[in-house]
């Protein structure tokens, strides 16, 4: 019983000690990014450098709008074709051994399935005009 409670209370002593040396670490690089940047380089906080944009710009309007939900409809097509792509690449390596097994056919007709099916999402989202990003809300 008492050699299973030090075990335990070990492990959670690693957990604890690896925690405590995460924080010394991540507050050491805070403390000496502080020290560099506010004591040292004697850089301050103005008001404007604090504003919502940073980039010379002056902000326009609020930061609460209503953003244009056509960027849904483009990003999930985006993501579509990159996770295609995603799942044809292991495919490469393998394509001269089954061509080689006489698979090549067979694998071709998979792939262009796979990719065919894809491609008709793709045609359906610009048919209904998806990728126009001025186009008329309608009831319809």
Do not use: H, K
Not at 54 to 63: I, L, T
Not at 79 to 101: F, G, K, N, S, T
Request: with cysteine; net charge neutral.
């Amino acid at each position: 019983m008492g050699m299973e409670a030090a075990s335990g209370l070990g492990a959670w002593g690693s957990v604890a000690a690896i925690a405590a040396l995460a924080v010394l670490v991540v507050g050491g690089a805070l403390a000496v990014v502080r020290l560099v940047t506010r004591i040292l380089d004697r850089i301050r906080d103005p008001r404007e450098r604090l504003t919502t944009y940073e980039c010379g710009e002056q902000p326009v309007g609020s930061a609460w709008f209503r953003f244009n939900n056509r960027f849904t409809t483009i990003a999930l097509t985006f993501l579509v074709c990159d996770i295609e792509l995603a799942l044809l690449w292991p495919i490469l390596p393998r394509a001269l051994d089954w061509l080689a097994a006489g698979e090549g056919a067979r694998v071709f007709l998979e792939v262009s399935a796979f990719v065919g099916i894809l491609a008709i999402a793709l045609i359906w989202v610009a048919a209904r005009g998806g990728f126009r990003w001025d186009r008329e809300v309608s009831d319809g």
